[in-house]
Structures are given as C-alpha cells and as structure tokens.
C-alpha cells in the first residue's frame, strides 16, 4: 500500500496564480483531510471530508477550496496564491474511528 | 492560551538517556495522538490512545483523563529518534479532526 500520496512536494508560486495540491490514498478511508504547517506553529485544520461528496471549512479555509468526487481523492485548489500561504501543507485519512491515522509526506508551498 | 500545550519547547539528550515529552490539554478529548516528524520529513502517528498506556519498542505512552495529561517516553535514547514530536488531540464532537501542540524538538547526541 501506498497510504497517502501528495504531489508535488515542493512549489513555488507567483502572487496572484493558482495551483491544485493533489492528495490520494489507498487505504479506503472515509475521512481525509488538509493541514498546513507554518514555522514554530501547529499544523492547522484548513478541509476535511467524511466521505465522497462530502467537505467542510476547518479553522483556516480562506483562500482555499476543495473536492471529494470519490474515496481516493482530495485535491486541495489555491486560487489567487498570497504570500500568507506559503506553507508545508500535509494531507491525512483515517478510518472512522480515528486509529490508523496516516500523514502524506508534505508539500511545502512558497508564494513570491 | 493554546488548547494543547507541549513541553518542553526543545529537548537535548545523550544517547541512552530516558526522556520524557509532556503535554497538557484543556478541552475534553476522545483519543489523543503522539506523531513523530523528522526534519523535512513527513508526519508518523506513533500512538493513539484514549486511556491508560500504550508500548511499541522503546516508546511508551500514558494518559491520565482526569488530569488532562499524556506524556510520550522514550527509552534507551538514540540519535535516531532526533526529531519534533508533536501531540494532537481529537476533541469530543468534532469528529477525527486534529488540534495539535506546537511540538518537542529533541535532539539525542552520540
């Protein structure tokens, strides 16, 4: 298994584009979900999904909007990049329950 | 003030030593995390637990409900296990979503 695959890992921006942060498991997990991770802070909530078709805002969603048009995938789209959001930005699943959850390795995001 | 605090901020060990992380939480929780994050790397859960004790190798991890308290363990310290540990917590009725601490940097010299 491949658990949680991000792409890409590393990206640099311009002021004003816009990207899509790819993020897919093999795990069959309900839940998924977007953290970001800035310098000496804790990561933060900015999506998560309980199921296909299903998102909801976390405590950071500005600037940002998601999908989850099946179990496997949950892109995460920046439209009008600022430099606030430059960033590590993780994807995670987890099964209902919450154990087994599993991290992708990041995507650290730099908008100039 | 922060609904999960960590301590401490930064860590130094030699090699061998037992080492102990803290954390302390302010909200009621149905499970709490311990994740292990290597510089430049990705994110590993090591624990979840909502009572009680957990082992796995050289780590150990404890919570005490009542005091609102986990620490993490580590045995037998080795520079291998330099890296930021981070505790994370599910609130109750907010699903499996995660509030983190700011995490441990530990630092084990040979």
């Known amino acids: 298994n491949a658990g949680v695959t991000q792409t890409p890992k590393f990206r640099i921006l311009k002021i004003g584009q816009s990207m899509t942060l790819q993020c897919t498991q093999d795990?069959?997990?309900?839940?998924m979900y977007w953290y970001r991770q800035d310098p000496g802070m804790g990561l933060k909530l900015i999506y998560y999904?309980?199921?296909?078709?299903?998102?909801d805002k976390g405590e950071v969603p500005n600037g940002y909007n998601v999908s989850r048009s099946t179990t496997e995938d949950f892109p995460l789209r920046l439209e009008l990049a600022a430099p606030s959001q430059t960033s590590v930005y993780f994807c995670a699943s987890s099964p209902q329950g919450g154990y087994g959850y599993t991290f992708g390795s990041g995507t650290r995001l730099t908008v100039v | 003030k922060n609904e999960v605090e960590q301590s401490p901020q930064n860590l130094t060990a030699q090699e061998g030593e037992f080492i102990t992380i803290n954390c302390s939480y302010s909200v009621g929780i149905s499970a709490l995390h311990w994740l292990q994050q290597h510089p430049g790397g990705g994110i590993v859960s090591l624990f979840m637990l909502s009572s009680g004790k957990k082992k796995h190798g050289r780590l150990i991890a404890t919570i005490n409900i009542q005091e609102k308290h986990s620490s993490l363990h580590i045995t037998a310290s080795h520079p291998r296990d330099s890296a930021v540990y981070i505790c994370a917590v599910s609130v109750n009725n907010a699903g499996n979503m995660l509030t983190f601490g700011g995490g441990t940097r530990l630092m084990v010299k040979p």
């Open positions: 795990m069959n997990h309900n839940y």
């Open positions: 999904s309980v199921g296909a078709g299903i998102t």
